[in-house]
């Protein structure tokens, strides 16, 4: 069995940085995508940045250039570097590992953006 532990979130002015881990216990072997999805009231989960497996990384849109994704494959554990914060980055940040046939999520870590 597979657990995420996301820590890192909490609130952060406009303009701020933080910085999410997500340490995972269990098997997670190196053919595992790992990555970080964002979910904000009201809305759908959204992929924010992902490290597949093979090493290529994924970004939304609207973090590109601000948010840095990256993996310590030895740990079994992402990092989310967020920069220049937004009101609307707002939401609870989930890590996620997968395979072709396993999904495992993290209970998710809130990161507030407001001044």
């Known amino acids: 069995q597979v657990q995420l532990v996301e820590s890192g979130g909490g609130l952060v002015q406009p303009g701020g940085s933080l910085r999410l881990s997500c340490a995972a216990s269990g098997s997670i072997f190196r053919g595992y995508s790992m990555g970080w999805y964002r979910q904000a009231p009201g809305k759908q989960r959204e992929l924010v940045a992902s490290?597949?497996?093979?090493?290529?990384?994924n970004y939304a849109d609207s973090v590109k250039g601000r948010f840095t994704i990256s993996r310590d494959r030895v740990k079994g554990t992402v990092y989310l570097q967020m920069n220049s914060l937004k009101p609307e980055d707002t939401a609870v940040y989930f890590c996620n590992a997968e395979d072709a046939l396993h999904v495992y999520w993290g209970q998710g870590t809130q990161v507030t953006v407001s001044s």
């Open positions: 490290h597949i497996s093979d090493g290529a990384v």
